[in-house]
């Protein structure tokens, strides 16, 4: 990781750290995100978004193993699952638990995605926690695929924009999220 990458995610971790709310890039789209631990942050998230709180949000985090912490019980399928798929994939399991309660949806499940991407790798554990991960753009809005597009609104609300990545264009769309099921069994919900 060259220095200007690890100077940014060491400015951005002490954010997060203090339970800020960060724009940033993802492995998919430009993020707005937060310590997935920190209800009060994730509440600032949905604010920030003017989202409903019965959609949940998108949780990263940065191996397969971390999976067990926050799902009681990870089908054996997962893991082949995600790592056949060459895009970004977010898994939907039953049974969420260690997590404040804003981060899982009603019913008791949460949205994973385990990263490859090398920022968002180096932030996760710099943090020592998961992430949030939504679009960074007021519900009902377009997504930003660039940082240009993100609405000035979302950036003055946030207490930190990563300063990289700017002109990058990653995959130019939100990732596929897959229902997963403790039987084994999927449905596709966003290709």
């Known amino acids: 990781m060259n220095e200007e990458i690890k100077t940014e995610v060491e400015n951005t971790v002490r954010v997060l750290e203090e339970g800020g709310v960060i724009v940033y890039p993802t492995d998919t789209v430009w993020g707005l995100g937060c310590d997935a631990l920190n209800s009060r942050a994730i ?39 995600i790592s056949s798929m060459e895009n970004p994939v977010t898994v939907i399991y039953d049974n969420a638990r260690n997590l404040p309660r804003n981060v899982s949806a009603p019913d008791g499940t949460i949205a994973i995605r385990v990263v490859r991407d090398e920022f968002c790798l180096a932030l996760i554990k710099g943090l020592g926690k998961p992430i949030i991960s939504s679009s960074a753009n007021i519900s009902g809005e377009p997504t930003p695929l660039v940082y240009k597009q993100i609405s000035p609104d979302i950036i003055s609300n946030a207490d930190y924009v990563v300063k990289l990545f700017h002109e990058r264009f990653n995959q130019g769309k939100a990732s596929t999220i897959i229902r997963l099921f403790e039987n084994g069994t999927y449905n596709v919900i966003r290709e």
């Open 43 to 81: 509440d600032r998230v949905y604010k920030i978004k003017k989202r409903a709180e019965q959609k949940s949000l998108i949780m990263l985090v940065d191996s397969f193993q971390s999976l067990n912490k926050y799902v009681a019980r990870v089908p054996d399928i997962a893991i082949d699952f």
